[in-house]
């Protein structure tokens, strides 16, 4: 790692403990990288852009970085008292090491801070892990948007399977964020 970008790939990067911090413009090439490698239908630059310049109060978006590198990162749109996930994206090479959780754990939090009351998301119907994801979360399947995913170069159209949990003002998912967190050490910056 002398004298370069360290690289999500390097295995002395993949050691490293993640970090959480407010997403900038200053990561969003990186964060397009991923975006690219991991959506049939990449978010623009400019729509990324827009989506940091809104108020503060409508948005919170976060990087998960590792050795310097950002590795993930996830976005949440606020809504009167509901939250909206819309979108969670893990470097494919770093997959399965609790990126995700760690980068749900603040966005969770903005919400809340935020006034949100609930929160809901869609996920591919297929993506069985990232349920896993949001089941450990509190979310649970409420319905789905069919052929919500339009077909491309990545696969065929597929629906969406929508979650929401509730009360997340409340005990009992301050509790479980309390216990997620310190299941995953998180360092936040």
């Given at each position: 790692?002398?004298?370069?970008?360290?690289?999500?790939?390097?295995?002395?990067?993949?050691?490293?403990?993640?970090?959480?911090?407010?997403?900038t413009?200053?990561?969003?090439k990186?964060?397009?990288?991923?975006?690219?490698?991991?959506?049939?239908?990449?978010?623009?630059l400019?729509?990324?852009?827009?989506?940091l310049?809104?108020?503060?109060?409508?948005?919170?978006w976060?990087?998960?970085?590792?050795?310097?590198?950002?590795?993930?990162?996830?976005?949440?749109?606020?809504?009167?008292d509901?939250?909206?996930?819309?979108?969670?994206?893990?470097?494919?090479?770093?997959?399965?090491?609790?990126?995700?959780?760690?980068?749900?754990?603040?966005?969770?939090?903005?919400?809340i801070?935020?006034?949100?009351?609930?929160?809901?998301?869609?996920?591919?119907?297929?993506?069985?892990?990232?349920?896993?994801?949001?089941?450990?979360?509190?979310?649970?399947?409420?319905?789905v948007?069919?052929g919500?995913?339009?077909?491309s170069?990545?696969?065929?159209a597929?629906?969406?399977?929508?979650?929401?949990?509730?009360?997340?003002?409340?005990?009992?998912f301050?509790?479980r964020?309390?216990?997620?967190?310190?299941?995953?050490?998180?360092?936040?910056?």
């Amino acid at each position: 790692m002398f004298g370069r970008d360290p690289s999500p790939r390097d295995p002395v990067t993949r050691e490293l403990p993640v970090v959480v911090a407010t997403m900038t413009r200053r990561h969003l090439k990186a964060v397009q990288a991923i975006e690219a490698q991991v959506s049939p239908r990449p978010w623009s630059l400019d729509l990324f852009r827009s989506e940091l310049a809104q108020s503060e109060a409508s948005r919170a978006w976060f990087v998960a970085r590792r050795g310097g590198a950002v590795v993930g990162f996830a976005g949440i749109m606020l809504i009167v008292d509901d939250g909206h996930v819309t979108n969670v994206a893990v470097d494919p090479s770093c997959r399965r090491q609790g990126i995700a959780s760690h980068l749900m754990l603040p966005l969770c939090r903005a919400a809340i801070d935020r006034g949100a009351l609930n929160l809901t998301l869609e996920v591919r119907a297929s993506n069985t892990g990232a349920h896993a994801l949001y089941r450990r979360f509190g979310f649970a399947p409420a319905g789905v948007r069919a052929g919500y995913y339009p077909a491309s170069s990545h696969g065929p159209a597929e629906d969406a399977l929508i979650m929401w949990v509730h009360d997340v003002d409340g005990h009992e998912f301050a509790a479980r964020l309390a216990a997620l967190e310190t299941e995953l050490e998180v360092a936040v910056s």
